[in-house]
């Protein structure tokens, strides 16, 4: 796993496409009990290196319950985003992950993930993805039917700040589906 991951922390392979060029950001191990897959490192996790190291993660922290050093114990958790490098500035945000990640390296990590229970599908990129054709038409269906992907997928809105008023608009989401999920993540890293 960790030539892998090391090949990975390589790669080039869109790094004309990057405005600030390529650094790959993740982390795995063999044992990794529960894989959050997210869109793609913002310039902060860019700068650091260091996954969720910014706003976001901190909310995502909190929404799991864990500490930092649970979260950063690859044991617990894979952290595996769409696209590994920071895409760029758009008009609104960020640009979307760069498709080659997904497309080149998630199967050969998931072949090496032996122990996952559980996958955090975080924001519409990876529902999309990894749900397919049975992720809703919105990401807001897609997470209000959250059981329906239970038990491997439990998908998620992105916890950014700039999400606020999803989170003000949608309160169900706290009550229904935080507790779930960290009941869920309690008793997988228990």
């Not at 959050?36 to 860019?46: L, S």
């Not at 997904?102 to 032996?114: G, I, Q, R």
């Not at 054709?133 to 059981?147: G, P």
Request: hydrophobic content about 40%.
């Amino acid at each position: 796993m960790q030539d892998l991951i090391n090949t990975i922390k390589e790669c080039t392979i869109c790094e004309p496409e990057l405005a600030l060029g390529a650094r790959p950001v993740l982390s795995a191990s063999i044992n990794s009990k529960i894989v959050i897959i997210g869109q793609a490192p913002g310039t902060k996790v860019h700068a650091s290196g260091i996954p969720w190291d910014d706003a976001s993660g901190k909310q995502l922290r909190k929404w799991l319950n864990v500490s930092d050093t649970d979260f950063y114990d690859t044991s617990k958790f894979a952290i595996i985003p769409m696209g590994f490098c920071y895409p760029g500035k758009g008009k609104t945000g960020d640009l979307p992950p760069r498709p080659e990640c997904a497309t080149k390296w998630h199967k050969p990590l998931f072949d090496k993930l032996k122990h996952v229970e559980l996958v955090l599908l975080i924001g519409m990129y990876a529902q999309k993805y990894y749900l397919g054709t049975e992720a809703k038409r919105t990401l807001t269906d897609t997470v209000k039917n959250f059981d329906a992907y239970l038990p491997k997928y439990l998908p998620l809105p992105h916890p950014s700040p700039r999400n606020r008023f999803w989170f003000t608009k949608n309160q169900w989401f706290d009550m229904d589906v935080l507790p779930l999920l960290q009941h869920r993540v309690a008793t997988l890293l228990a």
